[in-house]
Every structure is written in C-alpha cells, then in structure tokens.
T-cell receptor, first 115, second 112 residues
C-alpha cells in the first residue's frame, strides 16, 4: 500500500494549457503539502493544508491553486502553464504541523514538462 | 536567500568506510533538523532528525551531529553500503516558520 500517491507520474503539456496533479495519502494525517523541485534541485514548499484549511501559502503565482476536498486529498491545479513551471512536484503529508517537527512523508513526485 | 546549504554536490566513498555529509544553515532560530534520502524517481524518505537541545542523535548506522555555534550539522553513515547510494537532503525548521527549508542535496555514491 502506497502511503502518499500522486497522479500522474509524468505530465507533458503545451504552454498555456491548464492541468491538475492529484495527491492522496492513506496515513490518516491531518496535514498535506505541495513542494516544487526546480532544475537547480531546490525543494521548496508551495502550500500546506491542515484539516482542509490553508495554513502555508508561499509566494506562488495565483495560477497555482490547491484544493483539498478532504483530509486525505490535496490536488494542485495549474492554469495557463508556462515554461518555468517545468519541475518535479512532490506532495507530502504529516500527522500535524505544529512547530514544524512532524515528520513529512513524500509522494513519488510528478515530473511536469511544459513545451 | 538560501538558508540551508549543502556545499558538496557529490561524494564518493568506498563500501565499508564512513560517509560524512555536511550541511550549514544561517538562521540561528532553526531548532529542528532532519535528513532525508532520495532515490531516483522516488520521493524523499525520512532518515533521521535532531532537535537543537541535543548535539547528537544515533539510529543504527546513521548519526547526526549538530554544532549550534557553527550552525553546522553532519550526517555520518558507518559502515557505508552500496544501497546507501542516493541523494541526501538536509532540512531545517523553527524560528516561527512551520515549514521545512531544504538544502540542495548531496549525491552519495558508495563504491563496491
């Protein structure tokens, strides 16, 4: 059983398109995250949700919109894709978020390529 | 502003020897540090952590050392095994920020 899963694993699309990446965790965690790993290998947090509420929203273009239908799911929708959006996107979850000490469990990543 | 730095992009070590991976941070308010391991085409997996109230934490072959005055932490793997070959990321949190700040990773290659 995969603890944190993401779909799709690979996504190739044209500039200007809208796409979504889905994430599900079966760990019973309350907090979920989206990270972006760019070409320089920086792994940066984008968003975090706790019990379906947004708690971290980094400086990310508003073309990126997370949606959490329930505690087990956090999807990422990206509008009007740009070349610079090409990256690997990781979803993660943790039991809680207080103090930033809860271990985060990562999904396998989604490699997005914008042509 | 890169608050967590891993200055060695890669490291090669002979099997059975010690691997030492280093990480420096700039924010003195960080109070929790972690190491993650990442294999190709997989997500990072948690390895070991340390709170700022400690200077050492050990888990089997893995030991993390924290030097707060130098704002430096290191991960020691003894003995190194070929299966340890992966990219290792250090991360830090605290100082009022409830999120991890990751370094750029060090690729470890353990030679058989």
């Amino acid at each position: 059983d995969t603890a944190v899963s993401q779909t799709p694993k690979y996504l190739v699309t044209q500039m200007g398109n809208d796409k979504s990446i889905k994430c599900e965790q079966n760990l019973g965690h309350d907090t979920m995250y989206w990270y972006k790993q760019d070409s320089k290998k920086f792994l940066k947090i984008m968003f975090s949700y706790n019990n379906k509420e947004l708690i971290i929203n980094e400086t990310v273009p508003n073309r990126f919109s997370p949606k959490s239908p329930d505690k087990a799911h956090l999807n990422l929708h990206i509008n009007s894709l740009e070349l610079g959006d090409s990256a690997v996107y990781f979803c993660a979850s943790s039991q809680d978020w207080v103090g930033g000490t809860d271990t985060q469990y990562f999904g396998p990543g989604t490699r997005l390529t914008v042509l | 502003d890169q608050q967590v730095k891993q200055n060695s992009p890669s490291l090669s070590v002979q099997e059975g020897r010690i691997s030492i991976l280093n990480c420096d941070y700039t924010n003195s308010m960080f109070d929790y540090f972690l190491w993650y391991k990442k294999y190709p085409a997989e997500g990072p997996t948690f390895l070991i952590s340390i709170s700022s109230i400690k200077d050492k934490n050990e888990d089997g072959r893995f030991t993390v050392f924290l030097n707060k005055s130098a704002k430096h932490l290191s991960l020691h793997i003894v003995p190194s095994q070929p299966g340890d070959s992966a990219v290792y990321f250090c991360a830090a949190s605290g100082g009022g920020t409830y999120k991890y700040i990751f370094g750029t990773g060090t690729r470890l290659k353990v030679l058989a």
